[in-house]
């Protein structure tokens, strides 16, 4: 089998790019794209590269920043500009290959496996990308080339942002030669708690890593130490399959209510029907979720309230007596008792079910026969033939939805 060529493309400062190029007085500007500049904790979520040559870094609070360079232009974040510019770029893109992976919205993966008859070398390849996401948006591109995606995504993270050349390429043949004394931070999967461990038992760089072996980064663990130690040697079995953006994506439902929620309990009602829905969703498909999104917008529209973050569950699961503990947690964490006009849940982070893993252990779960059983008579009965005594109290719109939703059906 031929070498594969994977590319990951990178935008530069992303929506401090956008801004500026979509505002040419900004140019040459430091520029910060901030959530929100008049509150203590607006943190900034972009900056440009005359921002960053103050210090500005991403993740900063803003008044941090104001005080690194007293002149930063606060921008307030457009995303569906951002969304916008993102596609533009995939379309770009999809002139070379239908082989994409969005994998962030401003990192993009590329499959461009036999097609140096038609474009030439790589090298050419990534060239005229660079030039022409430039040309057409007005933002810089920086593009990693590896035989797989781990490759791609270290060449372009470690060497390609660091160089000005904006391209490098690792192989199976010179991975070790430039990652091994790359601190062990470097490592695409190592957090700063896994760092840490790592630190704990004398690995510092990649290459003190790469040289434990395989066996006893597993004991010590799981899944996790098998991992690192594939990343650490370069080796990744996945494939740019355009296929899997849609498994990323998840399950996932928003709704607007009827009228404004200010009751703790009956937000906390509504969600819990709705993470019932998604969840009985997730299982029609097979699936599991490792990871709930929750989204909660306010309802004052001139004055904009509402979060939206995400958790992940303590294990993979779609029954929503086990899911909704940590819709709850998130809910109490991060809303600020404003009222709530619209809500969201999604859990991402699919993986196919297996029977396996309920019966190991104990004995089958409670939670997924009842949640398999609820499937089951609704499927032959009607949805509202059977619902949560909770949907009878005021505030619960399962059985309104449930009417909107059996009116689309049929
Ligand atoms: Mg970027």
């Not at 904009?304 to 929503?320: I, V």
């Not at 009842?370 to 032959?380: G, N, P, S, Y």
Request: proline fraction near 5%.
């Amino acid at each position: 089998m031929g070498k594969k060529v994977i590319f990951l493309a990178d935008m530069e400062s992303f929506y401090a790019s956008v801004e500026t190029a979509r505002n040419p007085s900004l140019r040459g500007k430091p520029v910060a794209v901030c959530g929100d500049p008049a509150l203590r904790h607006g943190i900034i979520l972009a900056a440009s590269r005359e921002a960053k040559a103050y210090g500005i870094k991403t993740g900063q609070p803003a008044w941090e920043a104001k005080r690194m360079c007293p002149w930063v232009v606060f921008i307030h974040p457009s995303m569906q500009t951002y969304i916008d510019y993102s596609i533009r770029i995939t379309r770009i893109f999809e002139q070379f290959s239908d082989r994409i992976l969005p994998y962030s919205i401003d990192e993009q993966f590329l499959d461009l496996t036999g097609l140096e008859n038609i474009f030439g070398s790589p090298h050419k390849i990534a060239a005229a990308l660079i030039e022409l996401v430039w040309e057409e948006t007005g933002i810089r591109c920086r593009i990693g080339m590896g035989e797989n995606p781990l490759q791609a995504k270290m060449a372009c993270d470690c060497f390609a942002k660091k160089t000005s050349g904006a391209f490098f390429e690792l192989s199976s043949n010179n991975y070790a030669f430039y990652t091994r004394p790359l601190p062990i931070k470097s490592l695409f999967g190592v957090g700063h708690r896994m760092e840490r461990n790592l630190n704990r038992i004398g690995v510092r760089t990649i290459g003190h890593l790469a040289a434990l072996p395989r066996k006893m980064l597993q004991r010590r663990w799981g899944v996790n130490g098998e991992v690192l130690w594939l990343n650490a040697h370069g080796i990744d079995y996945s494939t740019v399959d355009p296929d899997t953006a849609h498994e990323q994506k998840g399950v996932g439902h928003t709704a607007t209510l009827p009228r404004d929620y200010r009751r703790q309990q009956e937000i906390e009602l509504v969600l819990l029907e709705m993470t019932e829905e998604v969840c009985a969703r997730t299982r029609r498909l097979g699936k599991i979720g490792a990871t709930v999104h929750l989204y909660c917008k306010g309802a004052d529209f001139n004055n904009p309230t509402g979060f939206s973050r995400q958790k992940k569950l303590p294990e993979s699961t779609a029954t929503a007596a086990e899911v909704f503990p940590t819709v709850r947690t998130l809910f109490r964490q991060h809303w600020n008792r404003m009222p709530v006009r619209a809500v969201g849940i999604s859990l991402t982070g699919l993986t196919v079910y297996s029977q396996l893993k309920f019966s190991f252990g104990s004995c089958y779960r409670q939670e997924e026969i009842l949640a398999k059983t609820v499937d089951m008579v609704r499927e032959r009965f009607g949805k509202t033939c059977l619902f949560r005594a909770s949907s009878l109290k005021p505030g619960a719109q399962f059985l309104q939805r449930a009417g909107k939703i059996g009116g689309h059906d049929s």
